[in-house]
């Protein structure tokens, strides 16, 4: 009957799950294949007794590292989900992305993965979107709500979001706009970890070290994604070095360091 | 709200520019959990920008925040102390951005409330006050700050913790730790410093290890509000969360509001230990011992310690939304997982949350503003109140797409209590019929018998019309039996007088008694002059398995009665003479009947 930190964040993330499915008849669930959202998809199979009753969406941009997409179709096979990959192909075809064509890095991202994630939403009519989103990876993302609307252009009113008090969250909203649900958001970096460590969830052998003393923290597309220096060749060895560093998370994703305000404008357009 | 030990969630509110970002700025800096570079960092961008480093800036994430010099928004963030972690929630002092205020402080465990020393009290720093008290926040840490303004005087410390104490004490939240700091400075946030020799008080650091750790809800009733019931696996799984209480294996539910009850047959779960207990917090997902529909929106109790099941019940609600909250408007209301139209029924009392003082003939709540309401729901709603099971005493109001206003319930009827509902609902009811108990719940009155008699020419038809508009309208299930549709049907076959006449008004008395048990209200209007054929008709409503259908006798009086043949009822319920009109005898009737059928 002990309740530990885990447990606590366990039981939220599963309780907006559910409160989710309950309330939107077309909803879907994005994944990265990284940690966070895999821990997510973890969380969702918690939810609903060894189910995922909701597709996955994973918005390819053709530069993800190879092992991941062989490591999503794996799981896809074993856990019996359903995925649904966004591309905008249009852009790809063109060659218009970083860093062999004109854009920067955030252009880039904003069209391959927010504008992808627009033509699927568009696509499938889907209402709700659950979002491995926390808290603590960037300021911005610390102001997020759990159940957080995005307009027809799916932009993100940061300055006047809906309250969310006692377990009630908005369900309710306008035909054309969508809910982003955020059911990691008050987990850290390093309760991830210990979660991923406690459940023994299989996670993308990049995070570890593979005897090059490197290993990724956050991954992204290959191009725009840099490893740090690590000898960490577990979980619990993530977990202990994690424990005493006062790096920020998303240091190695170079598209948030091309100006002061480049992942908020990101964000507010319409990114994860 | 599940509760993680060693951990506490602090909400730090205040009106705008007195201090919150740089007293957080200064908690992080001094306990050393700044991210590595950040600091210097920030003082180099305050430098390019030729501007002096402030440690607010270390909470600004957002570019419309550092432009405006004001937080937006709530912000959460972590930092350490040898007792314990602490999570901080970064509230705004902008009256605009109240609802984002209220965001924050819900999921606190504890509160820190900054007033500037050179300003005192303000508009927000009641308004917050009055807030964290509705949104249930008990534990207060209120900090004084900006002394280095004021000489670090203790006359000027004196007077505005004098006055806020008293302040917090009128609205319930007695004895809080206030303590006098400069945060630009750095003095008594972790240690003493050099300017408080005179105060003997704790520093900010130490008042808050020395709040108690949050309280579990274990020892509270059972309160399980279902969230779906999902069919996996050849399992028909009951999911929600346990708000209050403990769930074991083999306990007896009762569900509301239907009624029904079983027994929890097993708990279900992926990948986690296999336990015979749930408590309050826990994720659940049960099966239980009966093919019973449960839908959302039920919640499970134990019989010997439930919920109220009410359509009325009064709550202090504070309104976030764009146009006021008014009176007769209809709203949704959501309670843990139920959702019911509501209306305001009455406003008791109108507040200004930046005074706290009554509006006097305020007839709307205006944003950020408070009130005392009566809500009634048009479907009966699991209530407790909010100083007993507090998951169960709160509830929000939705006007159209967006989330207004929220409250807490501090008192429910009687006629609502548990006991009541749920002896009435049938506890053990056999689930292949519609018990009387239910009819009840789901029309939200139950059905009654107004027989009006009176000798022609008495006013019997317009009153029984003008009754039955008056239920109708709230949304109370009516019906008129008269000689208009009783005469040629039913009793197509009957003369007007003598044994023929007796028969009419047992076939009378008969429908009305099938009406009310259907869960009507039916008007029977017939002059029906005998007293015995009255008398017949009260006794036909005893029902054997259950209480006797509410009879209530109008006798609309007239002064040619003594010359007829009509035999004046002795006791009637309602006695309403020649001279009383219309209106009048609308209301009275309406008076009556209201007590027994809610």
């Known amino acids: 009957m002990h309740t530990d930190h885990l447990d606590a964040l366990e039981s939220e993330s599963i309780f907006i799950m559910r409160e989710a499915f309950a309330k939107f008849d077309n909803m879907a669930m994005l994944w990265s294949i990284g940690k966070d959202s895999t821990a997510l998809l973890w969380l969702a199979r918690k939810a609903f007794f060894g189910h995922v009753p909701f597709p996955l969406v994973h918005i390819d941009t053709s530069y993800k590292i190879p092992s991941m997409i062989e490591y999503r179709d794996r799981l896809v096979r074993e856990w019996n989900l359903q995925l649904v990959v966004g591309m905008n192909k249009a852009v790809l075809e063109a060659g218009n992305t970083y860093p062999n064509g004109r854009a920067t890095r955030v252009e880039c991202c904003g069209m391959l993965k ?59 909203f306008a035909p054309g706009t969508h809910i982003r649900i955020h059911p990691l958001l008050h987990w850290t970096e390093l309760n991830v970890w210990e979660y991923i460590e406690r459940e023994k969830i299989p996670v993308i052998p990049l995070y570890f070290d ?32 994690l424990k005493g560093t006062n790096v920020p998370e998303r240091a190695g994703r170079a598209q948030d360091q091309e100006s002061e305000d480049a992942f908020e404008k990101l964000r507010r357009d319409g990114y994860m | 709200m599940a509760y993680a030990r060693n951990q506490l969630k602090l909400v730090v509110v ?58 937006i928004d709530t912000a959460q963030i972590w930092f350490r102390t040898a007792k314990r972690e602490y999570v901080i929630i970064d509230a705004p002092g902008h009256k605009e951005f109240v609802k984002n205020m209220v965001t924050g402080a819900s999921r606190a465990d504890a509160a820190l409330i900054i007033i500037d020393a050179s300003e005192g009290v303000q508009e927000q720093t009641r308004r917050h006050g009055y807030l964290l008290r509705l949104i249930g926040v008990r534990q207060v840490v209120v900090v004084v700050n900006k002394m280095d303004l004021v000489d670090y005087s203790q006359k000027v410390f004196d007077k505005v913790s004098g006055e806020y104490g008293a302040f917090l004490k009128s609205i319930g939240l007695a004895m809080p730790t206030i303590l006098p700091v400069s945060a630009r400075h750095g003095d008594n946030i972790a240690s003493r410093g050099d300017h408080f020799s005179w105060f003997t008080g704790p520093s900010v650091l130490s008042a808050l290890d020395a709040i108690p750790d949050a309280a579990e809800t274990t020892d509270q009733p059972l309160r399980f509000p279902i969230q779906d019931v999902y069919r996996f696996d050849h399992r028909r799984i009951l999911a929600g969360r346990i708000e209050a209480g403990v769930l074991r294996t083999g306990d007896q539910l009762l569900f509301l509001p239907s009624g029904r009850t079983s027994v929890v047959r097993s708990i279900e779960s992926w990948n986690s230990p296999q336990v015979d207990a749930l408590k309050a917090g826990d994720p659940a997902g049960v099966t239980l011992s009966d093919q019973l529909f449960v839908e959302r929106g039920s919640v499970a109790v134990h019989a010997a310690d439930a919920p109220s099941l009410a359509t009325e019940f009064t709550a202090r609600i504070f309104w976030l939304g764009r146009t006021p909250l008014a009176a007769g408007k209809r709203y949704k ?61 709160r509830l929000v109001l939705v ?62 038809t317009t009153l029984a019309k003008s009754l039955e508009r008056h239920l109708f309208e709230r949304h109370i299930q009516v ?44 008007i029977v209007s017939f002059t029906s002059p005998s007293r015995a054929e009255r008398e017949r008709a009260r006794k036909i409503m005893d029902v054997s398995d259950g209480p006797s259908i509410p009879f209530l006798e109008a006798y609309l009086g007239g002064t040619n009665d003594a010359s007829s043949q009509y ?14 009109g219309l209106d009048e005898r609308v209301n009275r009737v309406l008076e009556h009947l209201m007590r027994q059928i809610r």
Not at chain 2, 29 to 57: C, H, M
Not at chain 2, 495 to 509: H, I, Y
Not at chain 2, 570 to 579: K, M, Q, T, V
């Open chain 2, 479 to 522: 019906f008129v039996l008269d000689g208009d549709n009783i005469r040629p049907g039913l009793s197509a076959d009957l003369g007007v007088s003598g044994p023929e006449r007796e028969e009419n008004m047992r076939r009378v008395a008969e429908v009305a008694k099938l009406f009310a048990e259907a869960g009507s209200v039916c």
């Open chain 2, 14 to 71: 205040g009106h705008v520019d007195h201090g919150k970002s740089t007293l957080i700025g200064r908690l992080f800096y001094d306990t050393g959990s700044l991210p590595e570079g950040k600091y210097d960092q920030l003082v180099a961008i305050a430098q390019r920008r030729g501007v002096p480093f402030e440690f607010a800036n270390l909470m600004d994430g957002l570019q419309a925040e550092r432009d405006q010099n004001i937080t």
């Open chain 1, 114 to 172: 927010k504008d992808g994630l627009q033509q699927v939403i568009e696509h499938y009519g889907y209402t709700g979107i659950i979002v491995g989103v926390r808290r603590d990876e960037d300021a911005t993302r610390a102001k997020e709500r759990y159940f957080s609307p995005r307009n027809a252009n799916m932009e993100w009113n940061a300055s006047d979001q809906p309250p969310e008090f006692w377990n009630q969250f908005k369900t309710d």
């Open chain 2, 333 to 393: 209301l959501k309670l843990v997982t139920q959702e019911v139209e509501c209306e305001i029924k009455t406003l008791e009392e109108v507040i200004d949350a930046s005074t706290v003082q009554t509006i006097p003939g305020a007839d709307s709540v205006r944003t950020n503003d408070a009130a005392k309401v009566v809500i009634r729901t048009r479907r009966p709603v699991a209530v407790d109140l909010f100083e007993r099971v507090p998951t169960l005493g």
């Open chain 2, 399 to 460: 006007d159209g797409f967006d989330v207004a206003g929220g409250g807490i319930v501090i008192d429910v009827p009687e006629r609502f209590a548990a006991a009541n509902v749920v002896a009435e609902a049938g506890v053990n009811a056999d689930v292949s019929q519609v018990a009387r108990g239910e009819r009840h719940l789901r029309h939200g009155h139950r059905g009654a018998v107004v027989w009006l008699t009176g000798v022609p020419g008495s006013g019997k």
């Open chain 1, 210 to 241: 593979d005897g090059t003393g490197h290993r990724y923290r956050s991954l992204g597309c290959a191009p725009c994604t840099g490893s740090i220096q690590s000898t960490a060749k577990t979980v619990a060895e993530i977990v202990t070095e």
């Open chain 2, 567 to 580: 035999e004046p009822p002795e006791h009637p319920e309602i006695s309403l003479a020649e001279n009383i």
